[in-house]
Nanobody, 119 residues
Framework: QVQLVESGGGLVQAGGSLRLSCVASGRTFNIYRMGWFRQAPGKERDFVARITWTGGNTYYADSVKGRFTISRDNAENTVSLQMNSLKPEDTAVYYC????????????WGQGTQVTVSS
């Protein structure tokens, strides 16, 4: 079992920055990859960024490249998402997810944290 808890969401103005954190607990040694997803009202869940736990290899959605940075602290079992140059279209509930299967499927999810970017 893996438990994920997100934090750091809030209200910011366009152009501002916000840093999200996700703390993993439980059987964290099984984690292969962690990712961030987001879902806006009336929209489907979208991929934002991912990082492998051991190698730290990252991948980003085109919409956030150059603005968002995903990182991890293995000792603290934490993955973070630094969000800069925020836009109103970044407004969504952001979810942290963990892949323990090494097959690209995210089988554990956090409760989500709201990010709202005002104009």
């Amino acid at each position: 079992q893996v438990q994920l808890v997100e934090s750091g969401g809030g209200l910011v103005q366009a152009g501002g920055s916000l840093r999200l954190s996700c703390v993993a607990s439980g059987r964290t040694f099984n984690i292969y990859r962690m990712g961030w997803f987001r879902q806006a009202p009336g929209k489907e869940r979208d991929f934002v960024a991912r990082i492998t736990w051991t190698g730290g290899n990252t991948y980003y959605a085109d919409s956030v490249k150059g603005r968002f940075t995903i990182s991890r602290d293995n000792a603290e079992n934490t993955v973070s998402l630094q969000m800069n140059s925020l836009k109103p279209e970044d407004t969504a509930v952001y979810y942290c997810a963990a892949d323990t299967t090494s097959a690209g499927a995210y089988d554990y999810w956090g409760q989500g944290t709201q990010v709202t970017v005002s104009s």
